[in-house]
């Protein structure tokens, strides 16, 4: 019948971990939809459109896959993008907690059902906040993240390298 | 002897996750007093009046229940409302630990005695943030707080519906 | 593309939080087999042939549900079957961390996939030890298991009621 | 009203842990019926009658508080003497899942509330299985048990000291 | 060859939790030095300088401890004082799980290894954030930190006691 | 001064995690001795003596790494191979709670200190359980173990491939 996925998340950078998760997502359903959450209150980094476009270029290779901002509830995104399943990436049990949550309520809200995938061990100690706040102090974490990204960090925070 | 107990909590807003934990106490405890923290440095959505207000509305069918703002130290409260122990729900990991050192600090402190209840199923993926997260984008969460709340939370968000 | 998915157990004896999993699974996925797991070193208290009739009679109402036992190595049950993706209930942190360290084993053996669906709040708390034990001792289990099985308990453990 | 409470256990043999939690939960109740876990299936170390009177010689300065054997479920036992609550310590996050679970199944099958306690920090690394196998190999473990244990220790695991 | 450790925090303020564990690495490792991170961003109740003082007061009997306050990345400030591994506390699972993906950061970054030692039993339930929240309503909290702090906590928040 | 490390495990085999774990504390330690646990009551697949040659061939390379059978207390063993410290890895959160109390436990018992290290990301799915079960069904765990032994899990269970 043909399966949607929606991997949502904030991606304020993406990092290697995300793409993992999406192309992981990539090869088993027949779509994916990539959705970042537009939600300024949370004072991202970068913009919604500069982190869409981060997730584009890094997923241009892989020709079943969209990136899409979304701001709102995450089952009215699922069902605007006829999603039928929402695809997420864990890391770790307090990822995992506040995760089965978020879950079990928007079943409750909506149906919407939520799909773990694990995180690939070598990116389980990865978080886009970890990478920012070594950015912030000059580390190099262009083994952490997509091409592109590093350049964009620095711009942003002005940070050394 | 007849025992007090003391079921703390910030309440913003209460939900049907909260009015379980005090249903079950005021089954087992000869007398409950609903403790609402009145801290504004956490910047509640409801005045501390308003959310002591919806407690007494959702309580009022338990004659051995009430409802009370206090602020400052939960051991001074427990001590003010003459509480023979506080009760508490737990509903996940991160919580138990967080309420574990909590309930440690406070046997230390004031040799107040903890006593924690599991949230029942049902409501184990609730709290009051994701209740105002949901309402806040147009959410229906009639399913999960007590009458009263979804106007108060339309009301003060705007949202819709 | 038409996408199956294996629900892995054992089974002994199924309940209403397998089922919950299983149903939800064959909304999404095409197919869904369900694959009892024969492994007598676990000494279970039902024959494979027993649980895998047990789930026969549960699921016959899900026309895209399909119940096998397998033997051996869950990635080589996954290539047997044809399944893309294996699926999984998880209840507690515990059950996360195993099923965590299974799913990355499987994936680096044999490239499966496991996708992991929260289990329903209301049934969080069951699992086939606590139904057995609960049964041992006579207690009624007939609102945790499908039809069927508070018979089969008795007979096989002599309990009473 | 006067409330019962039930601390069950298998006690195998009993330390300075679980007597912190009934000398804290007798404080609090009118009464405590410390009950031991008679299921010869998990093969303990000593008998119900040494473990409930090991418990007895180690509450015998505690009026209010009784000791007595069961077999078979948890909310019989409850149901016969009478308790209106179950309290159990909770040491770790572990603990906490199994008894959660445990706790939802009682409250499920027949309306018995568990209250859990903090074990105190000083024994939160302490466990019957730890104590018999710091004895097996000889070790001291006068201090984390009650007088009288150390020496039932000996004999029976006839160990050095 | 003479082993330095670099035990790293933010010790705002110090508790008799993080004294525990800088004695004992004092008792294992030729050197320690306890870096305080200079984090303008996290706005301490305490400035580094401080937080340095608090330190040096409370570390004055042991020779072979320094402190020092340290801004950016922890490895840069191992690096800077030549420390051979980082030794930090744990005291709770959500403790470990944020440490361990700290922990493997550091490691991926600049090959820093990090060695966590388990903190005492006693001090399992204290946090600098629940001392100053304590102080804060006028709770007495010299049980609880090295002396000299309580008088610094009244001083900057002015309560009670 | 030159601190000695205990490593200790029943390596019922040793994995590439055990040896990653071995090959970090041999850098930063002086002298690493790992400690396999003789204990006959775990029912392991292979004798002290295989287990200990195991690992004398993986660590041929490591010079200040000695390998040696105990049996016993923890705390005996490090003090008979006079090591200053215990070395442990950590791969989970249930790792980490048991590890803890048996931390704390050989500390009250006997002062010794144990150090914890994070199991390297690549690993952390990894148990000499999920190996042999691996290997018992024919699956192919050279990735995952120090050559030579997926030569005698063949041998010792008969397995294919």
Chains 1, 2, 3, 4, 5, 6 share one sequence.
Not at 89 to 98: C, I, W
Not at 114 to 130: A, C, D, G, I, Q
Request: aromatic share 6%; proline share 6%.
């Amino acid at each position: 019948m043909g399966l949607t996925a929606l991997c949502p998340g904030t991606f304020d950078p993406a990092t290697n971990g995300h793409l993992d998760i999406i192309e992981r997502a990539a090869r088993r359903f027949d779509a994916v939809v990539v959705g970042v959450l537009d939600n300024p209150a949370k004072r991202p980094l970068f913009t919604a459109e500069e982190r869409v476009q981060i997730l584009k270029e890094a997923t241009a290779g892989l020709p079943n896959v969209q990136v899409a901002a979304f701001s709102g509830l995450l089952v009215d995104a699922a069902r605007q993008v006829g999603a039928d399943v929402v695809v997420k990436g864990l890391r770790a049990v307090t990822d995992f907690e506040a995760e089965i949550q978020m879950a079990q309520m928007n079943r409750a809200l909506a149906g919407v059902e939520t799909l773990f995938m694990t995180t690939s061990p070598e990116w389980s100690f990865l978080s886009s906040s970890l990478v920012k706040e070594v950015a912030r102090f000059g580390g190099d974490v262009s083994a952490l993240v997509p091409p592109g990204v590093p350049e964009r960090l620095r711009e942003r925070l002005g940070g050394g390298a």
